[in-house]
């Protein structure tokens, strides 16, 4: 069943539009998210209310164990979450160990189990600069490495990789989504902060596309 996908479904924006451009494309979608020991799981609620409304197979894989040898980041440990852009060197404190490779894995033995020929995940130029793990060479690696490591081969696709944020947003205001659908804060409250890294740049695209976020933030922010 080569024409299914795994799609590693965050939540967030950037999976959420790769989630809507392969069930676009009439693939078969198979959304797979993970319990990983993150600060909250807004962006979780998120994919399962999403993939629900769209009839979409999902499923929340609980790999909170990983947290017990992989500590350190301000994602899953008590460290206070930096506030700025990507670009600067603090916002390494959000590099979660291992962790694509081990979601990878995963969903590379998932896509084996239903038959679907390649796993999808939502790295884009935009990370290159702090995630080792988000970088062309390292979706490469792990893409001869899925093809071989089972009697079925399985492809490893980071569509996205050539896009940064704004262009993601785009093709997703193209295809009429609504983002208030997703969940990118790093904080997990009521309002979506602002300030961490990933509102930063989920703002700037927002205003690189001329269109106002959907989601509300905190007053200052």
């Known amino acids: 069943m080569t024409d299914s996908v795994v799609v590693i479904y ?7 539009t790769l989630l809507h451009r392969a069930k676009a494309r009439g693939l078969e979608v198979h959304a797979l998210s993970f319990n990983y020991g993150q600060r909250h799981v807004r962006e979780l609620e998120a994919a399962r209310s999403v993939c629900q409304a769209e009839g979409i197979s999902h499923k929340v894989i609980d790999i909170r164990a990983m947290s017990e040898v992989m500590s350190g980041s301000s994602l899953t440990s008590d460290i206070d979450v930096p506030e700025g852009h990507y670009e600067e060197d603090n916002m390494k404190s959000t590099v979660v160990p291992n962790r694509n490779m081990i979601l990878l894995s ?3 033995g998932y896509a084996v189990t239903l038959g ?7 790295a884009h130029g935009g990370d290159h600069a702090i995630y080792p793990d988000c970088r062309p060479e390292f979706v490469q690696k792990m893409d001869a490495v899925c093809r071989v490591a089972n009697y ?5 696709e980071a569509p996205f990789m050539a896009m940064d944020k704004g262009q ?4 997703g205001l ?9 969940w990118t804060c790093y904080n997990g409250r009521d309002k979506a902060c602002g300030r961490c ?11 690189d596309n001329g269109v106002t976020d959907p989601l509300d933030y905190e007053s200052g922010a």
Not at 10 to 16: E, H, L
Request: net charge negative; proline share 2%.
């Open 106 to 108: 995963l969903a590379t």
């Open 168 to 171: 993601i947003l785009a093709e």
């Open 152 to 156: 079925q081969p399985v492809a490893i």
């Open 197 to 207: 890294g990933s509102c930063v740049e989920r703002l700037e695209a927002f205003a």
């Open 116 to 122: 679907a020929g390649s796993v999808w995940y939502g």
């Open 174 to 182: 193209k295809l009429g989504l609504d983002y208030g659908q997703t």
């Open 10 to 16: 965050s939540g967030g924006m950037d999976s959420f």
